[in-house]
Nanobody, 121 residues
């Protein structure tokens, strides 16, 4: 079993920054080497969307077009942790952000409990 625990959400002003962290526990080695890892968000009344994703090797990354150049996903295998650095935040990015893992690009196998990010205008 795999557990994903997020932290780092909160309130930011427009243009501000937040860094989300996700600690992976359980079958960590298998998870980081076997699954895509990333961040999914859900804004009120909207569908889940993959914001950023890192490949199983950690070499390749994907970003939703609207966050390119502002968000950075990274992972620290020694700490079993995934990060999402979010800069120049916008009010429309207010959402619950979930750490997620999966064998498919949708990251649907495992999700954390989520952390609220609120961006004030």
């Amino acid at each position: 079993q795999v557990q994903l625990v997020e932290s780092g959400g909160g309130l930011a002003q427009t243009g501000g920054s937040l860094r989300l962290s996700c600690v992976v526990s359980g079958d960590t080695f298998s998870t980081l080497s076997s699954y895509y890892m990333g961040w999914v968000r859900q804004a009120p009344g909207k569908e889940h969307e993959v914001v950023a994703r890192v490949s199983r090797t950690g070499v390749s990354t994907y970003y939703k077009d609207s966050v390119k150049g502002r968000f950075t996903i990274s992972r620290d295998t020694a700490k079993n942790t995934i990060y999402l650095q979010m800069n120049s935040l916008k009010p429309e990015e207010t959402a619950v952000y979930y750490c997620a893992a999966g064998v498919s690009l949708s990251l649907s196998a495992y999700r954390g409990q989520g952390t609220q990010v609120t961006v004030s205008s």
